[in-house]
């Protein structure tokens, strides 16, 4: 099973779809007999899940010209 989601993936999401699959991850994560691999991609997505919603706040979309 492939649990990790690329960056270029989750580039395309909105703040809100990001939410969503943030807490479906995290559901997933605890309520799973995972092998070690599967919930370390799983981690790595939601790490990367966080990072990208703390540069979203950081640097918001400049609106377009």
């Known amino acids: 099973?492939?649990?990790?989601i690329p960056i270029a993936e989750l580039e395309k999401l909105t703040d809100e779809?990001?939410?969503?699959v943030q807490r479906r991850l995290e559901d997933f994560l605890h309520?799973?007999?995972?092998?070690?691999?599967?919930?370390?991609?799983?981690?790595?997505s939601l790490n990367n899940i966080r990072i990208m919603q703390r540069t979203r706040q950081l640097?918001?979309?400049?609106p377009a010209s």
């Open 17 to 20: 779809e990001l939410r969503i």
């Open 59 to 62: 640097m918001p979309a400049r």
């Open 31 to 44: 309520a799973c007999d995972l092998t070690d691999t599967d919930r370390a991609h799983i981690t790595a």
């Open 1 to 4: 099973m492939h649990l990790m």
